[in-house]
């Protein structure tokens, strides 16, 4: 058997596109869940992958970013999440905008979508651990009408809940919230100077912790060379052969790892003539789409670097960079005593936690909004190495929304 040696020292990206018989795993889980969407919905999953990938691109091209964080990762689900509670909250024109973002008709569509992804996501029969998990807070002088909390329970099982937020522990409670629906990955979303002047707080934390189909051995791993942008250096590598699909062409080669739960975890090696920096400003839907195409079982010596990566960003100029416009004009579900219509704004913050070893991936999102004036047969053998930076994915194979892709160019 030739020797594929995958080396990923990534971040870890969840995506979830529309699956077929191919894509299933060997092993068949004790309950398989099931999502049926409507073509509109459809429309509004392959919406988000795009939305998706813009980002992904964006941050990618932007040099302030990826000089803090070489290694990052977006949650595509999650920064849609919180934007579609925001659209319940706020104008028409600002629902059109985020509706015509992920090519949804209306926001009707997009509701009972994030209702039925969360409820899939979430279900016990994939076989993994899966929290998605919503609140929004409001300034304790505003009236939260009896339609709009209704819609955030009824399409992001979420809470609405008053609080001044000018009381010394506002942060406090915020922050404890998110420490308590991540397992404590994510414990610091905000700051007390950050929320004096909202309106209106929005948070969407995703959980996700998948386990391998084959299991890595812990006695396998080794250190090897990895070769980072700013120079060779030793990191720790899972190993294990097995079978895995496989495609390669002349711009890249990308391997599949199977996790329970219809999930897979997908790593993108760019040719050596191609910066990863330059393939990640073009990956997009087409790519992933052939990729999805294309894999086939090969037989593979597979070698994983563990690694454990957070990310953290402001999204403002990544959305004037895809030509989002997030500005606040008018609010649609609350009864405000007074509000400075000229100084609303909304700023959208996203972190990241990924953590890869020989037991599975597990991966945690949180994105913020803060409004206010503040089985076939094996087709052949492959060679391959990762041992430069590279992009990746994991995807559900049932269903279809992105929700976490990255880019990895060294280890930390």
Not at 269 to 296: C, H, M, W, Y
Request: charged share 20%; glycine share 4%; with cysteine.
């Amino acid at each position: 058997m030739t020797q594929l040696r995958l080396l990923l020292p990534i971040m870890i990206a969840l995506i979830i596109v529309t699956g077929c018989s191919n894509d299933e795993p060997a092993q068949s889980n004790p309950v398989e869940p099931v999502i049926e969407l409507s073509r509109a919905e459809e429309t509004i999953n392959q919406g988000i992958n795009n939305f998706g990938f813009d980002i992904f691109n964006a941050v990618a091209a932007n040099k302030e970013i990826t000089a803090e964080y070489p290694n990052f990762a977006i949650s595509p689900l999650s920064l849609v999440s919180t934007l579609s509670m925001c659209a319940n909250t706020l104008d028409e024109d600002f629902s059109d905008r985020i509706c015509n973002a992920i090519n949804a008709n209306d926001l009707d569509d997009v509701n009972s979508f994030c209702r039925k992804i969360r409820t899939y996501l979430t279900d016990k029969g994939n076989a993994c651990q899966t929290s998605v998990v919503n609140s929004v807070w409001h300034r304790k002088d505003l009236i939260a009408s009896e339609a709009y909390i209704s819609r955030i329970d009824q399409f992001f099982h979420g809470s609405v809940t008053p609080i001044d937020f000018t009381a010394p522990d506002a942060a406090d409670q915020i922050n404890r919230w998110a420490a308590d629906n991540t397992n404590y990955v994510i414990t610091n979303i905000v700051k007390q100077d950050d929320i004096l002047g909202s309106i209106i707080f929005l948070a969407n934390a995703i959980s996700f912790k998948g386990i391998w189909y084959k299991p890595f051995e812990v006695s396998k791993t080794t250190k090897s060379t990895f070769h980072a942008l700013s120079g060779d250096c030793q990191t720790e590598f899972m190993n294990i052969s097995t079978e895995l699909k496989y495609y390669k062409n002349s711009d890249f080669e990308s391997v599949s790892v199977s996790l329970k739960g219809w999930f897979e975890f997908i790593a993108v090696l760019p040719s050596e003539s191609k910066s990863v920096s330059d393939f990640s400003q073009s990956f997009n839907s087409t790519v992933f789409d052939e990729i999805k195409g294309r894999l086939a079982l090969y037989d593979v010596d597979l070698s994983i670097p563990k690694f454990h990566e957070n990310f953290k960003m402001t999204c403002s100029e990544i959305f004037r960079a895809i030509g989002l416009d997030v500005n606040i004009q008018n609010f649609e579900g609350f009864n405000p005593r007074y509000i400075n219509r000229d100084e609303l704004r909304l700023k959208v913050d996203h972190f990241t936690d990924i953590n890869v070893d020989e037991e599975g991936a597990s991966v945690t999102s949180v994105s913020t909004g803060n409004v206010g004036s503040v089985a076939p047969s094996v087709f052949g053998e492959a060679s391959v190495t990762f041992d430069r930076p590279f992009i990746y994915l994991i995807r559900n194979t049932k269903t279809g929304s992105i929700i976490m892709m990255g880019q990895y160019t060294q280890p930390q």
